[in-house]
């Protein structure tokens, strides 16, 4: 027995259905298009923007820097010009200094060190064949008017080594004299004047005695 079936109402239907859904499809990746569309024409316009802004930044550190190069240029030089006005206004002239007080250094008397441990004062090492003769040049430099004050601080003996002499003859000690000098100095005010410490200061006789 044959059965008659027809078929073509179901296919319209699937036909239609299937239809819809490309038409969904269609529309939602147009919606997706458009939405991503905007989305990438703003962050366009954001990038421009800030890039933009950068830019100003930018410049406006660039004059930031350059005037603050020419305002530390000027500075230093201004600087450096008033330091150099300054030392030459306050260097200490040694030389005379130096030939005064070799000057008054006895026949046998030689410098070991001269060090200045201040802007006038100075620590000064002297070679003597004899000890009355430390005691000799510290009258004669407490005398001078190139000295404000004066202070023998030690008088010290030296063995001569005998690899330096003629074995055959008599080996003399040597004197190291050390003096703490206060020099006379006309850049620093009389009044407030440092000095030799009074505590270190002792009598001549106690310094030179034996």
């Known amino acids: 027995m044959l059965v008659d079936i027809n078929l073509l ?11 819809i859904a490309a038409l969904a499809i269609l529309g939602a990746a147009v919606l997706l298009w458009l939405a991503l ?16 802004q950068l830019i100003v930044l930018q410049q406006s550190q660039e004059e930031i820097r350059s005037e603050l190069q020419q305002t530390d240029s000027g500075d230093e030089k201004k600087l450096l010009a008033s330091t150099v006005e300054w030392a030459e206004d306050y260097q200490f002239d ?16 030689f410098f070991q060190t001269f060090d200045f441990t201040g802007p006038n004062l100075a620590t000064v090492i002297v070679q003597f064949d004899t000890k009355p003769d430390s005691a000799y040049y510290y009258t004669r430099l407490k005398s001078s008017q190139a000295i404000s004050e004066i ?13 330096e002499t003629n074995p055959a003859t008599d080996v003399l ?12 100095d006309q850049r620093i005010a009389v009044e407030g004047t440092a000095g030799v410490d009074e505590a270190q200061s002792s009598d001549e006789g106690d310094d030179t005695g034996d």
């Not at 569309?37 to 933009?52: G, I, P, V």
């Not at 040694?94 to 008397?109: C, D, K, Q, S, Y």
Request: hydrophobic share 40%; net charge negative; aromatic share 6%.
């Open 9 to 19: 109402p179901e296919k319209e239907k699937e036909r239609s259905t299937l239809l």
């Open 151 to 163: 202070h023998l601080d030690s008088v010290k003996v030296e063995n001569v080594s005998t690899e």
């Open 37 to 52: 569309f905007m989305l990438s024409n703003s962050l366009a316009k954001e990038t421009a923007k800030l890039e933009q």
């Open 94 to 109: 040694t030389v005379p200094l130096l030939h005064e007080l070799i000057n008054l250094l006895p026949e046998r008397g």
């Open 173 to 184: 000690p040597r004197y190291m004299a050390t003096y703490l000098i206060l020099f006379t």
